[in-house]
């Protein structure tokens, strides 16, 4: 069973500032996904970004990139130039490649951006 | 753009109420999900389906059923409605992609459940 780990329960910065969420998880699988999807206060949760196992670059999407790396199980979310709307609840989530759509989440970080 | 709508935002009801959730999804995705999201928790898988009248348990489906009759419609229905599955429920849905593998989950708003 795969396991996915969020150690950061909550976290605060300055607006325009860099911040770091961290993810490990715990899989015997060698193809899976890993998302990062974004819950703000009272609203949807949407994808942030996702990153394919298979790919030795690091998914980016503007201001919101990732560190991934699959030796030490590792799957950072870094944002850029944080503004008021990143403040929001992030999980982290794991799936396997074939066979099983089920999403294993991490337990989340709410990120509160400081004006 | 994709759209997963659920019928309720937020629900009170008794002990030993029969309870229907109702979530719609309006870009005929074959995967839908129900999972219940508490703090602490994250989110846990309750159920999901691949496909119209097919279900499979997921990590917590204890007190819990569901109905897919169309492909856009999936219910959570819970029998006897527990002070303990007080919690908020989110529904999602996915596609098939190209290589026979789901895509990525869209969900919804959320039904927040009071159990009195």
């Known amino acids: 069973a795969q396991t996915v780990t969020q150690s950061q329960p909550e976290m605060s910065v300055q607006e325009a500032e860099t911040v770091t969420l961290s993810c490990t998880y715990d899989?015997?699988?060698?193809?899976?996904?890993l998302f990062w999807y974004k819950q703000p206060p009272s609203r949807q949760m949407i994808l942030v970004i996702r990153q394919e196992a298979y790919k030795q670059q690091n998914a980016t999407e503007n201001r919101f990139s990732v560190n991934f790396q699959k030796a030490a199980k590792s799957f950072s979310l870094k944002i850029s130039d944080s503004q008021l709307g990143d403040t929001a609840m992030y999980f982290c989530?794991?799936?396997?490649?074939?066979?099983?759509?089920?999403?294993?989440f991490g337990t989340g970080t709410r990120l509160t951006i400081i004006p | 753009d994709v759209k997963v709508t659920q019928s309720s935002r937020y629900l009170v009801k008794r002990t030993g109420e029969k309870v229907f959730l109702e979530c719609v999804q309006d870009m005929d995705h074959e995967n839908m999900f129900w999972y219940r999201q508490d703090p602490g928790l994250g989110l846990r898988l309750i159920y999901f389906?691949?496909?119209?009248?097919?279900?499979e348990k997921g990590d917590i489906p204890e007190g819990y059923s569901v109905s897919r009759e169309k492909k856009e419609r999936f219910s959570l229905i819970l029998e006897s409605a527990s002070t303990n599955q007080t919690s908020m429920y989110l529904c999602?849905?996915?596609?098939?992609?190209?290589?026979?593998?789901?895509?990525?989950?869209?969900f919804g708003p959320g039904t927040r459940l009071l159990v009195l």
């Open positions: 989530a794991f799936r396997p490649n074939f066979g099983n759509e089920k999403l294993t």
């Open positions: 389906s691949y496909d119209v009248k097919m279900k």
């Open positions: 999602a849905s996915s596609f098939w992609g190209l290589q026979g593998v789901g895509e990525t989950q869209y």
């Open positions: 899989t015997s699988e060698n193809n899976y996904y």
